[in-house]
């Protein structure tokens, strides 16, 4: 996933953490206590932001059923979750690894065991049309649905739950907490929201009665029917456009590119609110022609609204012999998707970039100034229009807009 904390080569790390503290002033809750059946110390990881649990439990796994699947013979399954619509045998796992036949009844091992949890600016999602300004809840468990070469939080999206600690955190505890802390907006984060799906998705229905929305940063590999259910629940959706390449995914994520652009589309469909990022990785998806074609794709199909952000690679995981992304070449895409028609083009991972305000599409005034994750200006109303010239911008603004019917 993209929502981590990335030095620029022009500062020191010591000093990039020292400005992002600050830039994060908005996060100073202070460190969650995650009450329930046992308390669990916690460390925040100065690289990725995230709150881990070094205190919790290995082989802490559920026992709780899971949505969409189908019985077929001889006691196997079949999982009707993602578009890899695995066929489970007795005792066996899906692609993901966390979701376990058990004798005909297809269980996920993961409901309700969070290994990672902390309050983050709604803009590392990066969310920059959806609330500007406020923080958000963010909650991963182990498992994934690809395995992109270039993680950021492999340490957790790559492996079994029984690899790594993890605490319970029921979703009528998460929900207690996250209005406790006055926090308006949950974040399903960090891994794939599609394999702890069930978590998500009862945690987002508790939130909406309670007021509080909920944000699912994904990579959009999920199948319509439950996404479509999904989306009854949730605020906003962030999805990574990992490369407009069917090669790219299925060589450095192990993914197909197709049942992606479905969940795209299927989203503006819905009517929810929607913001895409791409990470620009050097030589693998930064052609100017990928770029174009993307761009293309996004206008033909999703329109000018959708805000779109080109984010920098640093070095990790499996991708360790790529240089990071030259910032012209993030600018050079912001420009290509700009010239397309696209309104709000995004440059993300570059501390302190001026392609991380937002500017009106119509008047071209400064709408929201940001230092790193840090709101300085906002001249949006709440009805979402330009403070300048009344147009209207695309997003959500308000607890009304998040909370407004949608088409389906």
């Known amino acids: 996933m993209s929502d981590t904390l990335t030095a620029d080569d022009g500062i020191s790390r010591r000093q990039f953490l020292v400005r992002a503290a600050a830039a994060g002033a908005a996060c100073a809750a202070g460190p969650l206590a995650l009450t329930g059946p046992c ?51 007795d005792g066996e796992r899906g692609w993901c690894g966390v979701r376990e036949n058990q004798k005909g009844t297809y269980k996920t091992l993961v409901y309700g065991k969070i290994c990672s949890a902390h309050i983050d600016p ?45 605490a319970d955190l029921p979703p009528e505890r998460l929900v207690a907490l996250a209005e406790d802390r006055k926090v308006p907006t949950l974040a399903f984060t960090y891994n794939e929201p599609t394999v702890f799906y069930e978590y998500a998705h009862d945690s987002a229905r508790l939130a909406r009665a309670a007021g509080v929305g909920s944000a699912m940063i994904s990579d959009g590999f999920i199948r319509a029917e439950p996404m479509r259910r999904l989306c009854q629940h949730l605020t906003a959706v962030k999805v990574d456009f990992k490369a407009y390449s069917e090669k790219f995914y299925r060589d450095v994520c192990r993914g197909r590119l197709k ?7 299927l989203c503006r469909k819905i009517g929810i609110h929607l913001e895409i990022v791409v990470l620009v990785v050097p030589t693998l998806n930064d052609s100017d022609a990928e770029i174009k074609g993307m761009a293309k794709w996004i206008m033909d199909n999703l329109g000018p609204d959708v805000p779109m952000h080109f984010s920098r690679f640093r070095p990790m995981y499996r991708l360790k012999n790529l240089p990071p992304t030259p910032i012209k070449t993030l600018e050079r895409a912001r420009k290509i998707a700009q ?5 709000y083009v995004y440059i993300g991972n570059v501390p302190f970039h001026p392609a991380a305000n937002t500017n009106c599409h119509k008047c071209g005034k400064l709408l929201i100034k940001r230092i790193g994750y ?35």
């Open 39 to 89: 308390p669990y110390a916690q460390a925040q990881d100065a690289a990725t932001g995230m709150t881990i649990l070094p205190g919790g439990v290995k082989g802490n796994l559920s026992d709780h059923e899971a949505m969409f699947y189908g019985k077929l013979p001889e006691g196997k399954v079949r999982c009707r979750l993602c578009p890899r619509l695995c066929d489970v045998a």
């Open 122 to 166: 709604i803009e590392k999602k990066p969310l920059y049309h959806y609330l500007p300004g406020t923080t958000a809840f963010s909650v991963a468990t182990a498992g994934c649905n690809f395995e992109c070469k270039f993680c950021q939080n492999w340490e957790i999206s790559q492996v079994r739950p029984e690899q790594i600690p993890s």
């Open 259 to 265: 049942p992606v652009l479905d969940t795209l589309k």
């Open 339 to 343: 010239s397309a028609g696209i309104h």
């Open 374 to 408: 840090l709101v300085r200006e906002n001249h949006i109303t709440a009805e979402g229009k330009c403070g300048f010239c009344g147009a209207k911008i695309p997003g959500i603004f308000s607890s009304k807009q998040a909370f407004a019917e949608r088409k389906a």
